[in-house]
């Protein structure tokens, strides 16, 4: 028989915070302090939970899975056997499988103006097509490097210039207007 599990005899007080907490999905990190367990065991614990999801490097499990747990375990007539059971059969969080793209030497130094046809910006909007996976992220590391390099452009490109403002005073309104006016010629 293996060490008793310390915070088994809390399950009902962690549901209810994890219940009422507003965190939707939890990380390690939060898994630590809901349970006030350290690194490995909270590990552990999200392996037990399940459905672990990968996003940047950081594994995360969602709020109802994490309910689901506590309710089975709460539920469980040996408590031990059943956690233990369930890290037994519990698969490990995937793994993301890299994808590697490296931009042409001659391609490093694109600025905004060089971008393909298929990559387009306007004001508050990005549109990218691609016809594969691949391809889009090709067309991802070549926007970002044409962004690393001429990020004034598109800063410009991108975000709209600022309104002017509204002037309620009527000569005041004209002598704005007769100020733009010569500032267009």
């Known amino acids: 028989m293996g060490r008793?599990?310390?915070?088994?005899?809390?399950?009902?007080?962690?549901?209810?915070?994890?219940?009422?907490a507003r965190?939707?999905?939890?990380?390690?990190?939060?898994?630590?302090?809901?349970?006030?367990?350290g690194r490995a065991t909270a590990q552990t614990l999200?392996?037990?939970?399940?459905?672990?999801?990968p996003v940047?490097?950081?594994?995360?499990?969602?709020?109802?899975?994490?309910l689901s747990f506590l309710d089975a375990m709460i539920d469980a007539q040996d408590f031990d056997?059943?956690?233990?059971?369930?890290?037994?059969e519990?698969?490990?969080?995937?793994?993301?499988?890299?994808?590697?793209?490296?931009?042409?030497?001659?391609?490093?130094?694109?600025?905004l103006r060089d971008l393909p046809e298929h990559i387009s910006l306007s004001p508050g909007r990005l549109e990218i097509t691609?016809?594969?996976?691949?391809?889009m992220l090709e067309s991802l590391a070549l926007l970002a490097q044409a962004m690393?390099?001429?990020?004034?452009?598109?800063?410009?490109?991108?975000?709209?210039?600022?309104?002017?403002?509204e002037v309620e005073d009527d000569d005041l309104r004209a002598f704005l207007a007769e100020l733009r006016s010569q500032h267009q010629s």
């Open 148 to 165: 690393q390099n001429d990020l004034a452009q598109v800063q410009a490109v991108l975000e709209p210039p600022a309104r002017p403002p």
């Open 23 to 37: 965190t939707e999905t939890w990380g390690r990190v939060d898994i630590e302090g809901l349970f006030g367990v």
């Open 90 to 111: 519990a698969e490990a969080p995937p793994s993301p499988k890299p994808l590697r793209v490296a931009l042409p030497a001659d391609l490093r130094s694109i600025m």
């Open 56 to 66: 940047g490097g950081a594994h995360f499990v969602e709020r109802n899975f994490l």
């Open 130 to 135: 691609a016809d594969s996976t691949v391809a």
């Open 4 to 20: 008793p599990v310390k915070w088994s005899r809390d399950l009902h007080s962690i549901r209810e915070r994890a219940a009422h």
């Open 81 to 88: 056997q059943a956690f233990r059971s369930r890290v037994r």
């Open 46 to 53: 999200m392996k037990a939970i399940g459905e672990v999801q």
